[in-house]
């Protein structure tokens, strides 16, 4: 059983910035790639931000620059910074992780979701 609890959502102004968390608990024997999803109201969900376990990122176009994806492969979290928040990047915002169990099944996990809304 592996569990990701998100951290950080709220409400803030158009062009503020806000820091998501996110923490992998349970019966981890390593994390692959962690990534960022949203969902906003009657849309889909999309891929915000990846990261690998090396580091290297990836980012949708529309967060380019003012997103950052972080990790620490020690405490199994990952972070998302974002900067520069716009009304168009409200959502829900959900942690991915690719987890390899201590069984040595690879499992995708999501959180539970933060609200993330921009608004004046």
């Known amino acids: 059983q592996v569990q990701l609890v998100e951290s950080g959502g709220g409400l803030v102004q158009p062009g503020g910035s806000l820091r998501l968390s996110c923490a992998a608990s349970g019966s981890i024997f390593s994390i692959n790639a962690m990534a960022w999803y949203r969902q906003a109201p009657g849309k889909q969900r999309e891929l915000v931000a990846t990261i690998t376990r090396g580091g290297s990122t990836n980012y949708a176009d529309s967060v380019k620059g003012r997103f950052t994806i972080s990790r620490d492969n020690a405490e199994n979290t990952v972070s998302l910074q974002m900067n520069s928040l716009k009304p168009e990047d409200t959502a829900v915002y959900y942690c991915?992780?690719?987890?390899?169990?201590?069984?040595?099944?690879?499992?995708?996990?999501w959180g539970q979701g933060t609200q993330v809304t921009v608004s004046s």
């Open positions: 991915n992780a690719r987890v390899r169990t201590i069984w040595g099944r690879d499992d995708d996990n």
